[in-house]
């Protein structure tokens, strides 16, 4: 007799949400992180149980208490190692590693750049709010210089960092950035992170709205975002304002600012995400009162990922020198007891 199987379950939201009540603060930015992240888990295409989320401390951190999802909630800074081995050892799993600005690139940061450098097929997700909000309001690594907290009563004289011009020192494969209030602009970069074989890093600028409150303003507000928001489509111009009428042009690797009109749409520079890294790292770079900000991939460009390679070598050496004896290594050499 021949077994008909169902017809695999389409999944939904509802699947991915868990029966925990959310302990953010109302308002927090990481509400619609995780209402856009729970749309899109099903669309891609992947089984439920073959999702893991992995997180360290913080705010970010309790993102596995509220996804249906296998998961780790790990000590601070340590996600992506967890996550490394997770994907060494289940290189089936599709793994999201969910850190913030403090637990990623204070006490984790040396995590962070080598699993970015050894192209570990994950999916790294930065939340980016420029304060640490579990432990109320001292300031982060990309703490504005100046920024007055608990921490720093007569403001901060630390240059901060710049999320993805770090990952860009450890010569990435994929580098993206999005923001909390655009959930369809998120919701894309989601899915070009899931679609990506390599290490996917994306910051997304969070409003902690307690205790930093307004930090990206200018990128969210309805009579601002379009002066300072520079959307990037791969092969497409460079362009921003209202109507498109500014653009950006590189002068020795230097971005610059031109009028549209003035220099003609064939002047402007063409987003090239597998360009020269010095490129994006100009691009990753840009922001402040001179020039927009870069939301959309920066980078994506294919190299081998650091699982299937370590996979590979198991599998070649075990085909060479046969499946080993541990007991026999274990009393190789020099031994001795010790009664």
Known sequence: MTMVQDPPKKLTRKDFQTDQDVRWCPGCGDYAILATFQKVLPDL?????????????????????YMNTYGFHTIHGRAPTFATGLKLSRPDLSVWVITGDGDGLSIGGNHLIHCIRRNVDLNILLFNNQIYGLTKGQYSPTSEVGKRTKSTPFGSIDEPFKPLMVALGANPSFIARTIDREPKHMASIFRRSSEFRGTSFVEIYQNCNIFNDGAFLDLTERDRKAANQLLLTHGEPMVFGADNAYGIVFENFAPKVVTVEDVGIEAIAIHDEQGPLAMHVAIAGMGGEDFPTAL????????????????VQIEETREKLGEGDLKGLLHSGDTWVID
């Open 296 to 311: 959309g991939v920066i980078r994506a460009v294919e190299r081998p990922t650091y699982d299937k390679m370590l996979n």
């Open 45 to 65: 295409g992947i089984p439920q149980e073959k999702f893991a989320v992995i997180s360290g401390i913080g705010c970010s951190s309790r993102f596995p208490y």
